[in-house]
């Protein structure tokens, strides 16, 4: 069958790698592929989200808790209330208000506005802070009403407000730390994946994917590609039928016989006469 010359002429071929990693001569087909549905690829954050604000919480109820009895002891038998009582009254009564339902609504909401990145980093932020502040002045008021750091009292209202102190000022210190470390960590995977080209800020951790690199939307997955590799061109030689070539004549002078004969005419040298110019004569 002949070829067709324009149809091998238009024709592209590229090489592609194939999954076992050899080199193949196919023609250049463009296959877009569907994006695959973004899924999150972190789960140990959103465990670890969930794990931080249900402890916060937690120790927010003990907090609470010691500093609502700190507070009426020194009012009751010092006659005195304490600064940093009223900030882990506060910190706590905060952390209560909003941690489990920024837990809840996560589980039982999608796109809640509790649990965007950005509110929760905003909101942790002012906690955090609210809880150093507690136990930044819990141990100052500690070292100046207690310095020797010993709550060996015989008053038994004087041991248990040494006791108090202590308490309230490691489950401020404890819950600041856990809150700051939660915050902190957050920050650096949504600066990740912003980088990356994810759009982090205004999703939840749990429908984030911080390390996933996204793909073009409405478009095609970007592939290994290799530059086109256009195919020998092939066509049928053209011959040409070859023209005789041209009659040469060569002119020679014949022999002229004389009127008598057997009287050889003479030769002209170079025609049947050998060097020495001699002649020679046929004989009869």
Not at 35 to 42: A, E, L, S
Not at 224 to 245: G, I
């Amino acid at each position: 069958m002949p070829l067709n010359e324009n149809y091998l002429g238009t024709r592209c071929v590229q090489y592609y790698k194939t999954a076992m990693g050899q080199e193949t001569q196919g023609p250049l087909l463009h296959i877009p592929r569907t994006p695959k549905q973004v899924v999150n690829t972190m789960p140990f954050l959103q465990i670890l989200r969930l794990v931080i604000l249900a402890l916060a919480s937690v120790f927010a109820v003990i907090a609470l808790g010691i500093a609502a009895d700190l507070m009426s002891l020194t009012e009751t038998y010092f006659d005195e209330t304490l600064i940093f009582c009223i900030l882990a009254v506060v910190s706590a009564c905060l952390t209560l208000l909003t941690l489990p339902v920024m837990i809840v609504l996560d589980m039982v909401r999608k796109g809640a506005f509790t649990s965007m990145v950005v509110f929760e980093l905003a909101w942790l932020f002012v906690l955090w802070v609210l809880w150093l502040a507690t136990a930044a002045d819990a141990s100052y008021a500690n070292s100046l009403t207690f310095a020797g750091g010993s709550c060996d009292y015989i008053n038994p209202y004087v041991n248990k407000a040494c006791h108090e102190f202590g308490a309230a000022q490691a489950f401020s210190y404890l819950t600041w730390i856990i809150l700051m470390g939660y915050t902190v960590t957050l920050l650096v995977f949504a600066i990740i994946g912003q980088t990356r080209g994810n759009k982090v800020w205004l999703a939840s951790v749990r429908d984030n994917s911080f390390l996933r690199r996204s793909a073009p939307a409405g478009g095609p997955v970007l592939e290994e590609k290799y530059p086109p590799v256009a195919a020998p061109v092939l066509s049928h030689p053209q011959y040409q039928t070859p023209s005789p070539p041209a009659p040469t004549f060569h002119a020679q002078h014949q022999p002229t016989v004389g009127s008598h004969y057997g009287s050889p005419s003479p030769q002209q040298p170079g025609m049947g006469m050998p060097h020495g110019g001699q002649a020679t004569y046929a004989q009869v």
